[in-house]
């Protein structure tokens, strides 16, 4: 018999645990939006279903699958609470390639789906839509499928007109397909269209602000989620995710505050959820911030503390928001920031490297080991790091994972140019420069990261500076600064490249910016001198 929907409010003030989640349908306190889910399950199931998928759409997997398995305990026969299984198994659908016995346990749940109780032909079609998503996945690949199961999507929406979950799960999937190339952002749009008219009449659920912001998490289109990001996370406080998903827009706009804000509770609430890999996301973001306001201290203190988090990753647990690897990914991404943000190059020539199973988040500790030794004097002790920059790109070639293929190879294209430069080639090296920045101009950063560890344009803008060629530099600063604004290194090389070119007006404005973005600095960088130096001689 099919049950009436019915809405679940989680309103509730403390964190869930664990423990906890499997006695009632969520602690006292916990808060994740409204969600309502129709199904043909027993009606004691009902609660627990709601707050599974309340879960799923914040991408708190490791609840979500813990309570989509407690409605199985309550009612076996409930065939769509394997749908839910098979998605938490899928993880973050912007994490990359998904690999591992977590595909062949995602086939293994819908399959489970299909073959379990008396499901409707709605919930037929959930479970065999989540299905194309593993179907065949030693040899078809994950585009491939990601594209079958939005197709799958599309069918079982237009079938079911009336079906909100269907439509906002379909406009994922959606997004799920954006190739990082497409700069008319089809997908992203047509996806952000069936998104906004939703919301407009279900302003309290969590999936649609969530999934407006990844919808528009590119640089020309970010500000349109703005009152999505500052709304979503007091609609879900409760999840660390919902806490950190907000700064994916506060960063792409360059308001560093509110992205250290909102990623200060994201840390502390999945640390008190032991969601260990999620905490260090946001620390990484977090540390970002910092570093583009010359909160250098603040950054320091989260550097401090992040080996203490990272000690405590469990890379066979299952993720939530942020997959185990996003967990390394910070790790070191935040030694790195710290070091190449506040040009301290020795510092990051002298990186220590953590191998791990994830060939993207090694690269990052390369990279920068590279770029320091070439900038500080030392060209030739960066090609050890080149040369293992290639080899992880061709570890992941042969794994048939292009996007990072291609970002590591972008990485090794900058360093090779730097330590080309600053091995007296300097023409040599400025060509290489201007391929790499623009081989990662019509490309994307990943979701994993609040930016690239060091922006390939801007460093071609610091190239040409260094070369004399201030004008040159001062339009790769600009273009820049299109992509990612209010990045302290980008508006203080504009500033710098406007002053060597004699552009006073152009340079008074770029310095004002810097010491703007920076009014709150808790460190003397030479540079914050250097404007105010400038501002005060240009005010006279």
Sequence with gaps: MKHIAFALTITLTIPWTAAAQHEQHGAAGEKLGTVHFETSCNVATRGDFDRAVALLHSFEYRPAME????????????????????????????AGLKAGPALERGREAADQGLATGRPTPREKAFIAAVGELYNSAATVPHRDRTLAYASAMEALQ??????????????????????????????????????????????????????????????????????AARRYAKIAPSAPHALHMPSHTFTRVGSWKESADTNIASEATALKQNVVAEALHAMDYQAYAYLQMAQDQAARGVLGRMSGVAAKLDLTAMGGAAP??????????????????????????????????????????HFARALGAARSGAAAAAGPDIERLAALRDTLAAAKDAYWTEQLDIQRQVATAWQTFAGGKREDGLRL???????????DKSAISPGPIAPARELLGEMLLEAGQAKDALVAFEATMQKEPNRFRGAYGAARAAEAAGDRAKASRYYQQVLTIAKDADTQRAELQHARTYAGQSRR
């Design 67 to 94: 309570t989509f398995t407690k409605v199985l305990a309550t009612d076996s026969s409930c065939a769509i609470a394997y749908w839910g299984i098979a998605l938490c198994h899928w993880g973050n659908p912007f």
């Design 433 to 443: 420069m201007r391929a790499a920045a623009a081989a990662e101009d019509a490309t």
């Design 324 to 365: 185990p690897v996003a967990g390394v990914y910070a790790r070191n991404a935040i030694a790195a920031r710290y070091a190449l943000e506040r040009g301290a190059w020795a510092e990051a020539a002298a990186l220590t490297v953590q191998p791990s199973p994830f060939p993207y988040a090694d690269a990052i500790t």
């Design 158 to 227: 237009r079938d079911h007109p009336q079906d909100m979950e269907a439509k906002i799960f379909y406009a994922l999937a959606v997004n799920q397909t954006a190739p990082p190339t497409d700069k008319t952002y089809a997908a992203q749009l047509k996806a952000a269209g069936i998104l906004e008219p939703l919301w407009k009449a279900h302003p309290d659920h969590p999936g649609l602000p969530h999934y407006i912001i990844h919808a528009y998490d590119h640089p020309p289109l970010a500000a349109k989620a703005l009152d």
